[in-house]
């Protein structure tokens, strides 16, 4: 156990439809990053947190966005779905910034219909 | 393109043999890692090597580091059947690059 929850694990949703995935840091961890994999695309990275102010930013769509809250919690915002959007997401948190050991969820698995 | 780019892509072996992976990169680096993942898992960290080391172990593994031909490589003596999941490098050298690249899938046969 990574320390790093996700909820959900599984979510179903259509075509068009928003959804929201929430990540938990491993206490203590002020550094977020989520990722998308896929079968064709691998692991994709889309974006990091850091102490609530967003650090970096990788492969993220428009209709995708992010935040982090005080609490240090992430959610990551997914809207007008489409077919391809269906994939493992994952979450991952770090005490610091990206040169530090990355603890990964245990992942969403997303399918759009 | 991707940063990391680990070769094999596939690597077979019977158990108790050895499995040596490579991975190459491209830029400057401040520490390069190791990941496993099992089939649909999330991934989990093995071993982070600093850019001033030059070799380090971790139980049956050992990884090395060559800054000069940029490129490091993770060996798994011993192998187990357990073994088998997708291996991947990391090496961030600053916020702006943050990739995994493709990952080398070891199947360990019993």
């Known amino acids: 156990d990574s320390g790093v929850t996700q909820t959900p694990k599984h979510l179903i949703t259509a075509t068009g439809q928003r959804v929201t995935l929430r990540c938990s840091p491993r206490?203590?961890?002020?550094?977020v990053y989520w990722y998308q994999q896929s079968l064709d695309q691998g692991l994709q990275f889309l974006i990091q947190y850091y102490n609530g102010e967003e650090r970096a930013k990788g492969n993220i769509l428009e209709r995708f966005s992010a935040q982090q809250f005080p609490d240090l919690h992430s959610e990551l915002n997914l809207s007008s779905l489409e077919l391809g959007d269906s994939a493992l997401y994952f979450c991952?948190?770090?005490?610091?910034?990206?040169?530090?050991?990355?603890?990964f969820g245990p992942g969403t698995r997303l399918t759009v219909t | 393109s991707q940063q990391g780019e680990e070769d094999p892509q596939a690597l077979s072996i019977q158990e108790g043999e050895n499995a040596t992976m490579n991975c190459s990169y491209k830029?400057?680096?401040?520490?390069l890692q190791w990941y496993r993942q099992n089939s649909g898992r999330g991934l989990v960290h093995l071993i982070l090597i600093r850019s001033n080391e030059r070799e380090k172990h971790s139980g049956r593994l050992r990884v090395t580091l060559d800054t000069s031909k940029k490129s490091s490589s993770l060996l798994i003596t011993a192998s187990r059947a357990a073994d088998t999941a997708s291996y991947f490098c990391f090496h961030p050298y600053n916020n702006n690059d943050m990739r995994f690249g493709a990952g080398t899938r070891l199947t360990v046969k019993p």
């Open positions: 830029t400057s680096i401040n520490n």
């Open positions: 206490s203590g961890d002020l550094s």
């Open positions: 991952a948190s770090s005490v610091g910034t990206e040169t530090y050991e990355q603890y």
